[in-house]
Nanobody, 115 residues
Framework: QVQLVESGGGLVQPGGSLRLSCAAS????????MAWYRQAPGKQRDLVAR???????NIADSVKGRFTISRDNAKNTVYLQMNSLKPEDTAVYYC?????????WGQGTQVTVSS
């Protein structure tokens, strides 16, 4: 059973930074496409950033230039560095692993951007 455990969420002021971590059990990270999604109250879950097993990165337009995604296969961990945070970035952030035909989700971590 693969588990994804997110950490690093919290309350931050506008303009601040946070780094989210997603630790994967087992050794699936190196062969999986890893992604971060977010879901604000009353809204759908949207893709924020994705990195595939070859290192190709996709970033949502809404966070491009502010967020970066990276992975450390040796630590089985994927990161989301979030800079210049805005109130509209407030959401629950979910880690996702896609290792066809399987898809795994973490439990989510709350990020709140507020003064």
């Amino acid at each position: 059973q693969v588990q994804l455990v997110e950490s690093g969420g919290g309350l931050v002021q506008p303009g601040g930074s946070l780094r989210l971590s997603c630790a994967a059990s087992g050794s699936i990270l190196s062969t999986s496409a890893m992604a971060w999604y977010r879901q604000a109250p009353g809204k759908q879950r949207d893709l924020v950033a994705r990195i595939n097993s070859g290192g190709t990165i996709n970033i949502a337009d809404s966070v491009k230039g502010r967020f970066t995604i990276s992975r450390d296969n040796a630590k089985n961990t994927v990161y989301l560095q979030m800079n210049s945070l805005k109130p509209e970035d407030t959401a629950v952030y979910y880690c996702n692993a896609q290792n066809d035909p399987f898809v795994y989700w973490g439990q989510g971590t709350q990020v709140t951007v507020s003064s």
